[in-house]
């Protein structure tokens, strides 16, 4: 599976910026997609993730409220619609998959897409 992430961006904090991750092939339901990201200097980390089959999602409790992950499966992509962006939210994201229901852990996942580079600035 070939992973695309795009729609990063600079934005001011309080911003909204939607990322999408288009997938080369989704058939199969038994996976999860998740969105990670890597501020500068730091590890990567879990941000979202959501279950194909029923849509069924998590998040990180630093973007709780703030941001939520849907999923188209006529165009094989989930989203990412990140609202009230903060200084803090700066990082690469990167999108992937795990068959691993429930997994937050960057080892867990097979497939990552390119990452893309969201900035906001204060």
């Known amino acids: 599976v070939q992973l695309q992430a795009s729609g990063g961006g600079l934005v001011q904090a309080g911003g909204s910026l939607r990322l999408s991750c288009a997938a080369s092939d989704l058939r199969f339901s038994w996976y999860q997609m998740g969105w990670f990201r890597q501020p500068p200097g730091k590890d990567r980390e879990f941000v979202a993730s959501?279950?194909?089959?029923?849509?069924?999602?998590r998040f990180a409790d630093s973007v709780k409220g703030r941001f939520t992950i849907s999923r188209d499966p006529a165009k094989n992509t989930v989203y990412l619609q990140m609202n009230s962006l903060k200084t803090e939210d700066t990082a690469i994201y990167y999108c992937a998959r795990t068959t691993t229901f429930a997994s937050v852990e960057p080892g867990d996942h097979s497939d990552w897409g390119q990452g893309t580079q969201v900035t906001v600035s204060s």
């Open positions: 959501i279950r194909w089959k029923d849509a069924k999602s």
